[in-house]
């Protein structure tokens, strides 16, 4: 069985450019949730969808969105990046809510340049 | 605001001695608590959980305790194996941010020489 995919695995962008990151959940897994690893933090929770909604957000501007799409697989888009925003955005799946046991991707290195 | 705070960076361990790692947390609404590995260029992997109805879980090598009291938990790894080091993130779920999403600590750096 597959596990949780990421691509790119590494992505270089450039200040006030947008960055698009994509996720494939474990097949049967509806929720999808994003978390950001900046350097020295831990995992900050950024977004979560379930069966096609944003069921809760962390705290993030706006200029952090994403969706899910019918077959349950994400995007997550940072737009008019910022330097700060250079970090590791793991993207984890569970079956339906209550996602305690989350099992993550591998991830995606975001460099803002 | 850190609500869960693993105030060890790094710790070092000798193969076969236990490994003892330690988290803490301020909301007091937090009633699930977990522990994920990592290894470098793979996402975390869920390890261990406790409930906080109980005081003690254990798995294999690895026990995990809870003192709410004091609002911390550890977790030990007897005996630890050079395979154990990772970096090990303490996480907690309950409460107003409910149980689908996790709060994480910055993770502690474990290092088991042979």
């Known amino acids: 069985e597959a596990g949780v995919t990421q691509s790119p695995t590494h992505l270089i962008k450039t200040r006030g450019q947008q960055a698009t990151l994509r996720c494939s959940p474990i097949?049967?897994?509806?929720?999808v949730y994003w978390y950001q690893q900046a350097l020295g933090l831990g995992l900050q929770f950024l977004l979560w969808y379930d069966e096609g909604e944003e069921r809760n957000r962390g705290n993030f501007p706006p200029r952090f969105s994403g969706r899910q799409f019918p077959n349950y697989s994400s995007e997550l888009n940072v737009n008019a990046l910022e330097l700060e925003d250079s970090a590791l955005y793991l993207c984890a799946s569970s079956k339906g809510q209550g996602g305690e046991k989350l099992f993550f991707g591998s991830g995606t290195q975001l460099s803002v340049l | 605001d850190q609500q869960v705070k693993q105030n060890s960076p790094s710790l070092s361990v000798q193969e076969g001695r236990i490994s003892i790692l330690n988290c803490d947390y301020t909301?007091?609404?937090?009633?699930?608590f977990l522990w994920y590995k990592k290894y470098p260029a793979e996402g975390p992997t869920f390890l261990i959980s406790i409930s906080s109805i109980k005081d003690k879980n254990e798995d294999g090598r690895f026990t995990v305790f809870l003192n709410k009291s004091a609002k911390h938990l550890s977790l030990h790894i007897v005996p630890s194996q050079p395979g154990d080091s990772a970096v090990y993130f303490c996480?907690?779920?309950?409460?107003?941010?409910?149980?689908?999403?996790?709060?994480f600590g910055k993770g502690t750096m474990l290092l088991v020489s042979p």
């Open positions: 909301n007091s609404m937090f009633d699930y």
């Open positions: 097949s049967g897994h509806t929720s």
């Open positions: 996480a907690a779920s309950g409460g107003m941010s409910g149980y689908s999403t996790l709060t």
